[in-house]
C-alpha cells in the first residue's frame, strides 16, 4: 500500500505527499517510482501514478508539468497528455476533478489551497525556482482565479534537510545577494562550506507572502532511503539512477 504524508492545514482538502513505499518499479529506483524522467519502465511509471492517484482522489484526472527548475505556474482549465506536459514548475486549478501532480527527489514539494475558493496550487520548489519564485507566482496564479491571499494555506513535503544540504560559499552567496537576511537560513560547516535548510527558505517565501497558514512536514529524502527517493544521495552512492516521488493535490 502506498504511503502518504498529509497536512493538517490541509485537511478537507484532497491531497498526498507520497514516498517509494507501495509501487511496482524495480532496481534503482525500487518502489513508487514517480518520474518520467527516469530511467524506468513506462509501464511501471504508469501504474506508480496510477497508484499514488487513488491513494489521493480516485477517479481523478492527474495533469503534470515538464519541470525545468523555474518560476513559471501554468493555469490548468483541461488535462492534457504526458507527452504534451508544458515546461513549467507550478499548476493551480480551480476545475474539480482533476488532481495537480509534482514530482521531487530533494526538492520542495509544495501544496497551496483556498478551500473556501476551492482553488489549489502545486509548486516544485528547487533552490533556483525558490529564489527565482516559484511560489510567489503559484500565489499569483491563483488570486487570477480568485483566491485570497489571506484565505491560502499551503504545507512544504519531504525534501532535503539542512543536516542533509551541503553547499559552498558561491552558493551561500547567491542568497544573500538577493536578499542579505538569507543568511540565517545556512548553518557553517566545513571549511568553506555551509548547510542550506531549504524548507526553512521556502516556508519564509510564503510567509512573507502573506499565506494564511504554512505546515513544515519535516520530513528528509536523503535521510531515509526506505521512504523516499534522493537525487543527491543516489549521486553520492553512485546509483544509476534516481526515483521521483509525486505530490498531489485537487480542488475536490
Known amino acids: 500500500m502506498a504511503e502518504v504524508f498529509r497536512s493538517g492545514l490541509l485537511s478537507g482538502v484532497p491531497h498526498g ?3 517509494r513505499r507501495g509501487g511496482v518499479s524495480v532496481g534503482a529506483v525500487a518502489g513508487l517510482n514517480a518520474g ?13 501514478r496510477a497508484i499514488a ?3 489521493v482522489r480516485p477517479g481523478a484526472r492527474l495533469v503534470s508539468v515538464y519541470q525545468v527548475h523555474s518560476a513559471d505556474c501554468v493555469t490548468v482549465t483541461e488535462p492534457w497528455s504526458d507527452t504534451a506536459r508544458p515546461r513549467a514548475d507550478a499548476l493551480v486549478t480551480d476545475r474539480p476533478g482533476l488532481l495537480l501532480g509534482i514530482v521531487t527527489a530533494d526538492c520542495a514539494p509544495v501544496l497551496l489551497a483556498d478551500p473556501a475558493a476551492g482553488i489549489v496550487g502545486a509548486a516544485h520548489a528547487g533552490w533556483k525556482g525558490a529564489v527565482a519564485g516559484v511560489t510567489d507566482a503559484t500565489l499569483s496564479a491563483m488570486e487570477a482565479l480568485g483566491a485570497r491571499r489571506e484565505r491560502i494555506v499551503g504545507a512544504i513535503g519531504p525534501c532535503i534537510a539542512q543536516a542533509s544540504y551541503e553547499v559552498d560559499d558561491g552558493f551561500a552567496d547567491r542568497f544573500a545577494e538577493e536578499d542579505p537576511g538569507n543568511r540565517r537560513f545556512f548553518a557553517p560547516g566545513t571549511p568553506g562550506h555551509w548547510q542550506f535548510d531549504l524548507e526553512a527558505y521556502v516556508a519564509h517565501r510564503l510567509v512573507d507572502a502573506g499565506i494564511g497558514g504554512v505546515e513544515r512536514l519535516g520530513l528528509d529524502t536523503y535521510a531515509d532511503p526506505a521512504r523516499f527517493y ?5 549521486t553520492h552512492l553512485g546509483e544509476p539512477d534516481y526515483g521521483r516521488q509525486i505530490a498531489l493535490i485537487a480542488a475536490g
Do not use: T
Open 230 to 234: 534522493s537525487f543527491r544521495r543516489a
Open 53 to 55: 492517484v487513488e491513494a
Open 17 to 19: 505527499f507520497l514516498g
Open 36 to 48: 518520467l524522467g527516469s530511467g524506468d519502465a513506462d509501464a511501471a511509471v504508469a501504474q506508480n
